[in-house]
């Protein structure tokens, strides 16, 4: 039997709509990873009865209890006073957090502390304080008769890295099993296809698991192993590993879970010593902003185009008239001139050009809302893409960056011994 | 009093965080334009018991209890029959619906609908069924001894339109007041100067309220009245609506809830008969993407350039060689040149540029991470800002993004009389 943690979110302005609740999903992940059964993930507001009885009802039903928001310096941050009053524990002022909190000021060049911030040193007797590295209310970790409270300040900015930092370890320590898990990123396949590839996998499964993650143009397979230690854990996943580099191939960019597709795209034209450019029609420049998304992209990417108009594709990239008149803006011609024109002008290696029509209007019988033509030039051959994508204007455009960075890819793969 | 709602989301693919709760936010900021007082949002997978537990304890505690996932085809589909339940309710089959569910298949051309869709056709008696446009499982509501459960299907794509299709003037017309909400958008302005220029209207409000909430680069104000009639409601928020216009005057950008900063920026181009373009080095394209955001920009924009290397800025658009040797690619002096180089190359009336360092390196003791230029080029005179923004990479590129499409408004509607 795992053990089973329970997510609580503090905060009026989850309740109210404001925020997306996005530290839910990435500690339920977290939890996921760390092989802990979540049942119940429950947001409540700063209201003190409320918050309290959430606090006892998750702490008799599950093993740990998360909780995220409410730490801050005002009289409306609740949650480590009803949490310590839950557990018995008086709150002390903690030396070392003052000192952080000073320290915190000091080097924002805050002259005037306001005083509200020193409740923010006061912890319960006996918790382990936790720093945090980008604010001033410390993590909490509260234990007591088995149970454990681990109390996160709201702002995504602090809690990530606070968890990731100290609460991922702490918890992986705790737990009597270890689990391992990897992420295999696949491009250029649908979910289903996957899902069909490793039908028998998934069927058969116990330890270690697959399970498949649907984003836009991508599917992420997580496989996850339990075992005593570390290293038996990862013996009983390499086999399956290897059995999906088999069944999909270079649909695999990467099996590094903090690596994006453009870091893929990017490293593999730095590896190949290419630089890129980008003409863009329907998607407007969110190719090139996704490239810039890497850092260090400046060794592969100079330049990009913007080319939503007809007379900008050609004058920008050299699109003949011709072509625009009798295959029109939004055809595979167009498109494979975008990308070879882009090449000519500016002396890049590799050029990635989309035309396609976004919507919500502009569609035709023949040529639909949906329809792309998504071209890649690298070294002297091209390749073009029809593509048919559903759903509104901004799907269209996000399915379409993704498909254009994976055929950019599958053109640096495919002509990588030319 | 008013009415209390609360949320129930059901799927496991929320427990393991495979997938943010959107939906939760949506459906909490239609409750409180409803004037639906929400304390509690729980997640819960589809484990019957515990699905069972927390659809009880939602119907004692609130008025409403809303819940989303689970209506499917599948065995683990159980939202509908613990509700049913739980409502003692039993369920028949009804024929509408079913005949919905055929015209669905048909539509798409599929030949043989598999034999557990038709569960989706079973509803509790005496429930309200609500048509589902985009999907096969219908929405629900149940009414019993004062309770209400409303039943949604868990995709946003089917959720969003029925709610606001059918479920919100359904709730609408249950309260027992009429809400009015309306949303001033600001740009320009961060959202603790917001706040302090209208703290005396917010410590003094009861009824008309006034919300903010902070996005990137923007702050939003909801205001909302009760009344017992819609005229009313709108009587008493008048006075707050036009005192909000005195106060913050231009950097209102719209007072339509459904109008973005993109739109309003592409709406005051076409008004005013200018086309724009774009010239972008650490944002990468990400402004001409925003831009095309807008269905019909295709009228006021026609290119754009992303300059990311040196050479490019001078290639594209004409930055002068010793200004990037003396000033460096981070400047004032480049973006302004960057802007009023691609008015020139383009014949464009406006062009909107940005330079700067999104890190995390590049940074320097004299240009910070977070440094950005942006500047704005409009019928002859040019507008630049030096901005520091924090955050990660990604943080401060959509800061600029926000700040240069803001900068962009200000010059057309300053230069506007000339």
Not at 348 to 377: M, N, Q, R
């Amino acid at each position: 039997m795992s053990m089973t943690a329970e997510l609580i979110s503090v905060g009026t302005e989850l309740l109210l709509g404001n925020i997306v609740n996005t530290n839910a999903a990435f500690l339920a992940q977290e939890c996921a990873k760390l092989g802990l059964s979540v049942y119940y993930q429950t947001t409540v507001g700063d209201n003190p009865g409320r918050l309290k009885a959430a606090v006892e009802q998750a702490l008799e039903r599950s093993d740990v209890v998360i909780l995220s928001g409410g730490l801050g310096p005002t009289q409306d941050d609740l949650t480590k006073e009803i949490t310590a009053e839950a557990f018995g524990m008086k709150l002390v002022e903690d030396d070392h957090t003052r000192e952080r909190i000073q320290a915190y000021f000091d080097a924002r060049g805050t002259k005037k502390i306001a005083e509200n911030n020193w409740k923010q040193a006061m912890v319960p007797e006996g918790a382990v304080v936790v720093d945090n590295d980008n604010g001033t209310a410390p993590g909490l970790i509260l234990e007591k008769d088995g149970k454990t409270a681990i109390l996160l300040p709201g702002p995504p900015g602090e809690l990530i890295p606070m968890f990731q930092k100290d609460i991922f370890p702490w918890l992986h320590q705790r737990q009597p099993e270890t689990i391992v898990s990897e992420m295999v990123k696949l491009c250029g396949i649908g979910e289903s296809s996957a899902e069909m590839m490793i039908a028998d996998l998934i069927a058969a499964q116990s330890n270690p698991t697959i399970a498949t993650y649907a984003k836009t143009g991508e599917v992420h397979l997580r496989v996850t192993a339990r075992a005593e230690d570390e290293e038996s854990a990862k013996r009983m996943m390499a086999p399956v590993l290897k059995e999906l580099k088999v069944r999909f191939g270079n649909h695999i960019y990467t099996m590094d879970e903090h690596v994006s597709l453009e870091d893929a795209v990017v490293g593999l034209l730095q590896e190949q010593g290419l630089t890129v450019t980008t003409v863009e029609s329907c998607t407007g420049g969110l190719i090139a902003g996704r490239l810039v998304n890497v850092p260090g992209v400046s060794e592969v990417f100079k330049q990009g185009f913007v080319t939503y108009s007809n007379k900008a594709k050609r004058k920008l990239v050299g699109v003949k008239k011709t072509t625009l008149r009798e295959f029109g803006a939004v055809s595979d011609k167009t498109a494979r001139e975008m990308a070879r024109g882009a090449v000519l002008v500016t002396g890049a290696d590799a050029a990635v050009a989309v035309t396609g029509i976004a919507g919500p209007d502009g569609g035709t019988e023949e040529k639909p809302v949906g329809l792309v033509y998504i071209a890649a030039a690298v070294r002297g051959q091209t390749y073009v893409q029809e593509c048919h994508f559903t759903g509104n204007r901004a799907k269209i455009r996000e399915s379409t960056v993704a498909a254009a960075l994976t055929l950019l890819r599958r053109a640096v793969l495919e002509t990588a011994g030319n």
